[in-house]
């Protein structure tokens, strides 16, 4: 379902000491009520997490007027946040976890179960101190 | 301060519909006080975010034992996320917003002043739908 786009720059390669997995997802033509709806959308991310095995310390989202939303899902493994353009019929989705490298993946397909896009690209960006 | 980096990948020049902004930032040798103390690393986030005009909805952070914050600034313009590891005396810091392009900027700008670190890089991805 995602395209894996994984980040080959010079920038990515020149981090020695990848300390967290970051995965940045476009997800296009999503259902309108996840990008709507605050209650489906938070419970959408927030079973994305546990079912993928992260532990949810915090979630925190945010309705904004006419429409759109926001939303934080703080996990001891890092986090998820996701802002939504209804109008657009597309979420902007973020997944950063340091520890185990697998579970970044799991949440990513969790989060293509639920949400189901009719096209999305995920691009893998390994975040820690640069080699300076 | 900051040596901005620019994603210039194919998958950045895709994408036709730019909504949001997004700056990663990696902070190398930062002050311990800011990645040990909740408090201060709160402070220095929600100030920046609004000296640099960004409208603050709510923030959450996270204690980690024996050491490491992870925190989120929410903001009327979307987010500002944070995880520190001391003991590499480095910190991962993402700004993403939405509307009026230069409040990125800014809160970078912002964060620079309070953060201080000794190296750093920043990377710039437009956030939008796929050009599908």
Same mark, same amino acid.
């Given at each position: 379902?995602?395209?894996?786009? /994984?980040?080959? @720059?010079? +920038?990515?390669?020149?981090?020695?000491?990848?300390?967290?997995? =970051?995965?940045?997802? !476009?997800?296009?033509?999503?259902?309108?009520?996840?990008?709507?709806?605050?209650?489906?959308?938070?419970?959408?991310?927030?079973?994305?997490?546990?079912?993928?095995?992260?532990?949810?310390?915090?979630?925190?989202?945010?309705?904004?007027?006419? /429409?759109?939303? @926001?939303? +934080?899902?703080?996990?001891?493994?890092?986090?998820?946040?996701? =802002?939504?353009?209804? !109008?657009?019929?597309?979420?902007?989705?973020?997944?950063?976890?340091?520890?185990?490298?697998?579970?970044?993946?799991?949440?990513?397909?969790?989060?293509?179960?639920?949400?189901?896009?009719?096209?999305?690209?995920?691009?893998?960006?390994?975040?820690?101190?640069?080699?300076?």
């Amino acid at each position: 379902m995602f395209r894996d786009e /994984h980040n080959t @720059s010079p +920038v990515a390669q020149a981090h020695t000491h990848a300390l967290g997995t =970051h995965i940045l997802l !476009e997800l296009d033509h999503c259902p309108q009520a996840l990008l709507l709806e605050k209650e489906q959308l938070e419970s959408a991310l927030v079973e994305s997490a546990t079912q993928a095995g992260a532990h949810v310390v915090k979630s925190v989202f945010h309705q904004f007027s006419p /429409h759109g939303l @926001s939303g +934080v899902v703080v996990i001891a493994e890092s986090h998820i946040t996701v =802002h939504t353009w209804p !109008e657009h019929s597309y979420a902007a989705i973020d997944i950063f976890t340091c520890g185990e490298p697998d579970i970044a993946q799991r949440i990513q397909d969790e989060i293509g179960r639920r949400f189901a896009p009719a096209t999305c690209s995920a691009k893998t960006i390994m975040r820690g101190p640069s080699n300076h």
